[in-house]
């Protein structure tokens, strides 16, 4: 089975710029998550979709930060404009249903704001 | 917040048993614990999760005390490959955004040859 699937691996910006990060879940499930990783902390939560629709987005800084799903399979996240502080790694993850089962990690885009 | 508390670092020696503790002190009854870990430039991966009784796979094995305020994750056999952070979540059951999981720093494991 085919895991998550990340792309870019590696970004580096300059501050003020835009960028997007794109994720394609495993085959079937329905739950997609981002979170952000900031480097020496565990990952925190950004945005849940479940299929098409938004679950949970508290924690997605809704200036800068924004993400769709609009066919309810793969999922870009789009920060405009970065900021220095947006430096970290975005994790894509999936489960088949939201909050029981485990979730499948992608590998990450490590992103670095100049 | 998460609701655990680990030990920052911990080491083992390669081919010996890696015990990992964690503090839920505050863990409801319907909540289970879960663990995951991340080994370097990988994203998180599931090890392990139980409710009230100890639960083994073939990763590892978890052991819940009785009053359910703290686990250990035990590796019988540890690896060079099981260098990792080591995360212990306690998790609500639910659908929605109520089962979501909240990292902490989590326990850098190193074995050591």
Same mark, same amino acid.
Request: charged residues 20%; glycine residues 14%.
């Given at each position: 089975e085919a895991g998550v699937a990340q792309s870019p691996r590696y970004k580096i910006i300059e501050k003020r710029q835009s960028v997007a990060f794109w994720c394609n879940p495993i085959s079937g499930h329905a739950t997609l998550y981002w979170y952000q990783q900031i480097l020496g902390q565990g990952p925190k939560l950004l945005i849940q979709f479940q299929n098409n629709g938004v679950?949970? +987005?508290?924690? *997605? %800084?809704k200036d800068r930060f924004s993400a769709e799903r609009l066919k309810g399979v793969d999922s870009t996240l789009k920060i405009? %404009?970065?900021? *220095?502080? +947006?430096s970290a790694v975005y994790l894509c993850a999936s489960s088949t249903l939201a909050g029981v089962g485990e979730q499948y990690f992608g590998p990450g885009t490590r992103l670095t704001v100049t | 917040d998460a609701k655990t508390t680990q030990p920052t670092s911990m080491d083992c020696a390669e081919g010996r048993a890696a015990n990992l503790p964690c503090n839920h002190?505050?863990?409801? /009854?319907?909540e289970y614990v879960y663990w995951y870990r991340q080994i370097h430039s990988q994203g998180p991966q599931y090890i392990i999760h139980g409710l009230k009784n100890n639960e083994t796979n073939e990763m590892a094995s978890l052991i819940i005390t009785e009053d359910r305020k703290s686990s250990t994750l035990i590796l019988p056999h540890a690896t060079l490959r099981d260098t990792a952070v080591y995360y212990c979540i306690v998790r609500r059951?639910? !659908? /929605?955004?109520? !089962?979501n999981l909240i990292f902490g720093k989590g326990t850098k494991l190193s074995v050591k040859p």
């Open positions: 679950v949970d +987005d508290s924690q *997605l %800084p405009q %404009p970065a900021k *220095l502080e +947006d | 002190s505050t863990i409801s /009854g319907n059951p639910w !659908g /929605g955004s109520q !089962g």
